[in-house]
T-cell receptor, first 113, second 114 residues
Framework: EAQVTQNPRYLITVTGKKLTVTCSQN?????MSWYRQDPGLGLRQIYY???????DKGDVPEGYKVSRKEKRNFPLILESPSPNQTSLYFC????????????FGPGTRLTVL | AQKVTQAQTEISVVEKEDVTLDCVYE???????LFWYKQPPSGELVFLIR??????QNEISGRYSWNFQKSTSSFNFTITASQVVDSAVYFC???????????FGKGTRLSVIA
């Protein structure tokens, strides 16, 4: 089944404790991205990657890191999480053209205490 | 600047009513793509439709229809004879030429009451 998977789905952590949210897709998509969803703000892009070893900042990259060492994986790293990073996070992937729709993972709900 | 505005934050209708969700976009590009996504209470994001800037034909899919008008920079979504299962947050989004990010509106929460 074609899908984007994220782990964990739910995470409660404390300020400053490094964490990684994994994202994997099995559709051989070139393009992958991370979004955060907050009430009243919609979805905002954090980082995106157009292909292996190519990453770029989205609208709200501060406090996040990403890497793209393999085509299928695009982990999101929070080196020192803070409470303002409490949010719902989505990973997405698509074929490279802007015409193509993005396929979203199920979401990761992160709470930073 | 690229921007998507969904002015309706929340809409509540009674089952079987028709409802239109508004989407207005801003872009200076002549080539762009518009999308609608649905986010049901379970939380996942489901792709509904894509339109490119050169195709102004309206689209109908069952009870769903979309009206794309370049003259007013709008891409509105109508649900005919709404059902409780249509209750969700609906997002309009814009993508433009090149490998550029998808720009989302803030979403419209639709509640369909039985």
């Amino acid at each position: 089944e074609a899908q984007v998977t994220q782990n964990p789905r739910y995470l409660i952590t404390v300020t400053g404790k490094k964490l990684t949210v994994t994202c994997s897709q099995n559709m051989n998509h070139e393009y992958m991205s991370w979004y955060r969803q907050d009430p009243g703000l919609g979805l905002r892009q954090i980082y995106y990657s157009m292909n292996v070893e190519v990453t770029d900042k989205g609208d709200v990259p501060e406090g996040y890191k990403v890497s793209r060492k393999e085509k299928r994986n695009f982990p999101l790293i929070l080196e020192s999480p803070s409470p303002n990073q409490t949010s719902l996070y989505f990973c997405a992937s698509k074929w490279g053209s802007s015409y193509n729709e993005q396929f979203f993972g199920p979401g990761t709900r992160l709470t930073v205490l | 600047a690229q921007k998507v505005t969904q002015a309706q934050t929340e809409i509540s209708v009674v089952e079987k009513e028709d409802v239109t969700l508004d989407c207005v976009y801003e872009t200076r590009d002549t080539t762009y793509y518009l999308f609608w996504y649905k986010q049901p209470p379970s939380g996942e994001l489901v792709f509904l439709i894509r339109r490119n800037s050169f195709d102004e034909q309206n689209e109908i899919s069952g009870r769903y229809s979309w009206n794309f008008q370049k003259s007013t920079s709008s891409f509105n979504f109508t649900i005919t004879a709404s059902q409780v299962v249509d209750s969700a947050v609906y997002f309009c989004a814009l993508s433009y030429s090149g490998n550029t990010p998808l720009v989302f509106g803030k979403g419209t929460r639709l509640s369909v009451i039985a």
